[in-house]
């Protein structure tokens, strides 16, 4: 008689078969990850048990091979910061907005940063230009009707082209430590809520990013506008979901938000309710009871405190060498969170401007 807690045994076929794929995947010369690799066969056996169609099977197919060639392109740069420039495909080399975003690339090239761009032409090409071909990786979408980028942004080796946004869209993001937006079109708003949303939700590290507009213009004041009187203003979203973003019509200004958030803070881990985010330099205790003055809204329970890592982070290796702070945060103070991150920049027992 069997009972809820008793397990199924699993079907023989099934255990055949996962023992070939290992077989397999050794014969293929494949030495690390076999778990995981066989998971992706796996789950295209599965597709094919599905009765999956062929269009489906298709858009499958070729994510798949497309988000493999974005890992060998990143690859090579895994330990180089990136930053991610968005702009318009049909802003003039002689905007003031093409310069904007030239001057930004190069100078967060020259702090050693790498500019990731949709390897398009406009803002695209502005920010490939200013990065210089060493410098700058491109991400380009297969359109029928745009044009081709020029310049150091058609540099092959460095330029991949995909045939789905998803796929764009997630490699332009998921590689990057810093964002900057520059006034476009649709695909530009897209991209600017994408990254929103990522950070409203949690689904990806707090990020720098910066809407960078030209001198005196009006484009990301009004969306702020709209996100505030109309969003926020509805209680769609909180009243601080804004904070996270700088707004600004200075290259400088852009430059300095993206090298200087990394400035003392590292990384973050969830543990359970906990949140510990790892720093390069310890607070004083000075520092600490006036985070927590500052700060004292932001905890759930209790207050934020030094601590060592973690028995998770110890078992994964992770971040063991930098100090730590650790706290119960209310779960949708994102602005707060942000706060508390320049805060810990600024402290005067943080380090110098560095790269992540």
Same mark, same amino acid.
């Given at each position: ?33 076999? /778990? ?5 066969? =796996? *789950?295209? %056996? @599965?597709?094919?048990? +599905?009765?999956?169609? &062929?269009?489906?099977? !298709? ?80 991400? /380009? ?5 745009? =044009? *081709?980028? %020029? @310049?150091?942004?058609? +540099?092959?080796?460095? &330029?991949?082209?995909? !045939? ?193």
């Amino acid at each position: 008689m069997t009972t809820e807690t008793q397990q199924h045994p699993e079907d023989p076929q099934a255990v055949d078969v996962r023992e070939r794929l290992d077989d397999l995947i050794a014969e293929a010369g494949v030495t690390g990850q076999r /778990s995981l690799i066989r998971r992706i066969l =796996e *789950t295209g %056996l @599965g597709l094919g048990h +599905d009765g999956t169609g &062929r269009l489906d099977l !298709k858009i499958t197919a070729s994510a798949i091979a497309e988000m493999r060639a974005a890992f060998r392109l990143f690859a090579p740069y895994k330990d180089v910061p990136k930053v991610t420039i968005f702009g318009s495909a049909r802003t003039q080399s002689q905007d003031p907005l093409w310069l904007s975003a030239e001057a930004a690339a190069r100078g967060l090239a020259d702090l050693g940063w790498m500019v990731v761009t949709g390897a398009g032409p406009g803002i695209m090409e502005a920010a490939a230009t200013g990065a210089g071909p060493e410098r700058s990786l491109g991400i /380009s979408i297969q359109l029928p009707f745009e =044009e *081709t980028p %020029l @310049g150091s942004a058609a +540099d092959d080796g460095h &330029r991949i082209a995909m !045939k789905y946004f998803f796929t764009r869209k997630l490699m332009l993001v998921k590689e990057s430590r810093g964002f900057v937006c520059l006034p476009g079109g649709f695909g530009t708003m897209d991209e600017t809520f994408e990254l929103l949303t990522l950070q409203q939700t949690g689904k990806m590290e707090p990020m720098p990013i910066v809407l960078l507009d030209r001198a005196g213009g009006t484009y990301w004041r009004g969306l702020e506008r709209f996100v505030v009187e109309e969003l926020a203003g509805a209680d769609l979203i909180a009243a601080d979901d804004l904070d996270r973003v700088l707004i600004t019509d200075s290259p400088d200004a852009a430059i300095a938000e993206v090298a200087g958030f990394w400035r003392n803070y590292d990384s973050l881990r969830w543990q359970g309710a906990q949140l510990v985010m790892r720093l390069r330099a310890a607070p004083s205790d000075a520092e600490l009871a006036d985070l927590n003055r500052r700060f004292a809204s932001l905890c759930e329970v209790g207050e934020i405190a030094r601590t060592a890592p973690l028995p998770v982070e110890v078992a994964d290796h992770d971040a063991l060498d930098l100090p730590r702070i650790v706290f119960t945060p209310k779960r949708r103070a994102v602005g707060d969170l942000y706060r508390l991150i320049r805060a810990l920049n600024e402290l005067a027992s943080a380090p110098a401007a560095t790269t992540p």
